[in-house]
């Protein structure tokens, strides 16, 4: 099986920063792509940024020039750095994984989530 651990939220001041990491583990083979999406209370859940495994990347407008999304494909890991924070950034973050990890002797694909990690912008 495949586990993703979030870890690095918390709460930051308006115009702050914050640092998320993602660390997948588990029988892997190989992982397509990766992303953060999150959820605020009475919204639905958005796409914040993605990236495929070759480092083609993709963000929400909200965040576009503020977060930047990254990888460590030998760690199995996608970082989120979370620049110029606002209040609206406060959410449960959430990232997912899409890949092949193995079981017994057979391959098989997986797109998992992890438990998620909260983020709280207020002064």
């Known amino acids: 099986q495949v586990q993703l651990v979030e870890s690095g939220g918390g709460s930051a001041q308006p115009g702050g920063s914050l640092r998320l990491s993602c660390a997948a583990s588990?029988?892997?083979?190989?992982?397509?792509?990766m992303g953060w999406y999150r959820q605020a209370p009475g919204k639905q859940r958005e796409l914040v940024a993605a990236?495929?495994?070759?480092?083609?990347?993709n963000y929400a407008d909200s965040v576009k020039g503020r977060f930047t999304i990254s990888r460590d494909n030998a760690k199995n890991t996608v970082y989120l750095q979370m620049n110029s924070l606002v209040p609206e950034d406060t959410a449960l973050y959430s990232c997912?994984?899409?890949?092949?990890?193995?079981?017994?002797?057979?391959?098989?694909?997986?797109?998992?989530w992890g438990q998620g990690t909260q983020v709280t912008v207020s002064s």
């Open positions: 990236i495929t495994r070759s480092g083609n990347t």
């Open positions: 588990g029988s892997i083979s190989s992982i397509n792509g």
């Open positions: 997912n994984a899409d890949g092949k990890y193995l079981r017994g002797a057979m391959w098989f694909g997986f797109n998992n």
